[in-house]
């Protein structure tokens, strides 16, 4: 009778062991990434940001930048980032928490599949169904640049009823509250979620607007102060005019 116990008790315990196995297995791939190159990736800079990005004909199936000294990679098949020193071999899963804010500030144009999470976040925020913005031009504006910044403006004569500016090489506009940007001068711009919005654009002067952003404080110079994170510091923001 006990040995025929036992044997009732091998196939059950052998089962959840293989289903263990397996789970643990599908855990672990989902822990980590590999991520190989042919050869050695070009990188440049992300204009307006502190971050690299590998040039666009050099990518692999994942979104990768250059933050510090990590490399951080996006799996749009599962929604999860990934952590490395180096750019080959194995990227460890991180918390959503631990991605760096500094990437969010990189264009909607230089991803090749957006985080979802922020995705969700922003149409559930403040921007309603607005998520793109046609920009357009009588005629090609004249740019000109904005005194003591970095920032370029269209000159007010060639200025259409919002507000529009470039900066490292990218095109911000300013509409109805909402802020879009684009790599073109005209065109199809994306939303932007203001969190996003180069901190040098907050050195423009009120008189430079045709509707100075909602929520900007002024300080005795008239620069936005904003959330405390803005002002009349540069930080890395300030340091390259991009195609400027």
């Given amino acids: 009778m006990i040995h025929r116990s036992r044997k009732l008790l091998v196939a059950p315990l052998m089962a959840m062991c293989m289903t263990l196995a397996m789970a643990a ?50 799996n749009n098949v599962n929604g999860r980032w990934y952590a490395s020193r180096n750019y080959r071999g194995r990227f460890m899963m991180i918390d959503d928490r631990s991605v760096p804010r500094e990437l969010r500030r ?8 957006y985080p979802t999470a922020w995705e969700d976040r ?68 994306v939303v932007l979620a203001e969190s996003s919005v180069p901190t040098e654009l907050t050195r423009v002067p009120r008189e430079n607007w045709r509707n100075y952003p909602t929520g900007w404080d002024q300080d005795d110079n008239g620069y936005g102060n904003g959330d405390g994170n803005r002002g009349r510091g540069r930080g890395n923001q300030g340091r390259g005019r991009g195609n400027n």
Avoid: C
């Fill in 122 to 189: 922003d149409s559930r925020g403040s921007y309603g169904s607005s998520t793109t913005f046609q920009v357009s031009y009588g005629t090609r504006p004249r740019w000109s640049g904005v005194s003591g910044t970095s920032v370029q403006m269209v000159s007010m004569g060639d200025r259409p009823n919002y507000d529009a500016f470039r900066y490292g090489g990218n095109y911000y506009v300013y509409n109805d509250n909402r802020w879009y940007t684009s790599s073109r001068e005209s065109g199809q711009f």
């Fill in 25 to 74: 297995s599908a855990g672990a791939a989902d822990v980590s990434l590999n991520i190989n190159f042919g050869k050695a990736p070009r990188w440049q800079n992300v204009p307006g940001t502190s971050i690299r990005e590998i040039r666009q004909g050099e990518r692999t199936d994942y979104d990768m930048f250059r933050y510090g000294r990590k490399y951080y990679a996006y």
């Fill in 106 to 113: 990189i264009p909607r144009n230089h991803w090749r599949n």
